[in-house]
């Protein structure tokens, strides 16, 4: 991507750092599967305790995830964790990642996992599309242009 400018409040840098670290994407990765609960989603990622700790606090604080508070019978209030808006709309990120570490970095046998359609069964694809409807291959067929929020960074 060759710009011309650069900007002091890029978006990219700007998500980066609220997800830009691994146990948060794993944790997002259980939170899309349907986990919810702090020890179901420790035993599936491994998360140290205090790494998983703060990771939820954040995504929590970020607004990407809430708490709903649960109990079982005979145990002390607890909470689960539930995606937000914010955290769904992360989806297509993830499936992304997931699907460029399919295509370079999946053992022999193929990738570890498939994501498919529930009511057809068809493997779920990613497609760029420009507002009128037109398939993007890449980003040479792509021009940054600045944005009504653009600050622009100083030399």
Not at 1 to 25: A, H, Y
Not at 51 to 69: Q, T
Not at 141 to 150: K, Q, R
Request: hydrophobic share 35%; glycine share 8%; with cysteine.
């Amino acid at each position: 991507m060759n710009v011309p400018f650069r900007v002091d409040n890029c978006s990219i840098e700007r998500t980066l750092d609220i997800v830009g670290e691994k146990w948060t994407f794993l944790v997002l990765r259980e939170a899309f599967s349907g986990v919810r609960r702090f020890a179901d989603m420790q035993a599936v990622t491994g998360a140290p305790r205090q790494v998983l700790s703060a990771r939820l606090a954040r995504l929590v604080e970020e607004g990407l995830l809430r708490k709903e508070p649960y109990r079982e019978p005979g145990q002390r209030q607890r909470d689960e964790y539930r995606l937000t808006d914010k955290g769904r709309d992360l989806y297509p990120l993830l499936v992304a990642l997931m699907h460029w570490g399919d295509r370079y970095l999946a053992d022999d046998d193929g990738p570890p996992v498939l994501l498919t359609h529930r009511d057809c069964g068809a493997p779920i694809e990613l497609h760029f599309r420009c507002a009128d409807g037109h398939e993007v291959s890449g980003p040479r067929e792509v021009t940054p242009l600045l944005g009504t929020g653009a600050r622009i960074r100083s030399a």
